[in-house]
């Protein structure tokens, strides 16, 4: 697994490995940036990367490498804290980082 030092390093680098399509979180699943809806039996995290803002809180990250159960790959990226707005347990579960990443 690669080391990034900031989120846009990881971006680029995840890009250049074959994760370009760009997902988001919705409660109890992830929709593609081209509108599929996935939920998490749908896809895994083949690894994560965390990243901590040096000026302000608001500034942490994590970006997930999701790999969907069709082949499809793309980066979820998600702030600290997300699981307070309502994302289901499911989902939360799903993104739990475990040690599929560093």
Do not use: C, W
Not at 28 to 36: G, L
Not at 60 to 87: C, H, K
Not at 88 to 93: A, N, P, Y
């Amino acid at each position: 697994m690669e080391y990034y030092g900031d989120l846009v390093a990881a971006i680029k680098g995840l890009r250049q490995r074959g994760y370009t399509v760009d997902f988001n979180l919705d409660k109890d699943r992830i929709i593609s940036s081209d509108s599929k809806h996935l939920h998490p039996h749908e896809f895994n995290v083949d690894e994560y990367h965390r990243f901590e803002g040096m000026s302000s809180t608001d500034d942490n990250s994590i970006i997930y490498a999701i790999t969907t159960d069709t082949g499809a790959r793309g980066i979820l990226i998600t702030p600290y804290g997300v699981y307070e707005d309502g994302t289901s347990d499911i989902i939360i579960k799903k993104l739990t980082i475990r040690n599929h990443g560093n």
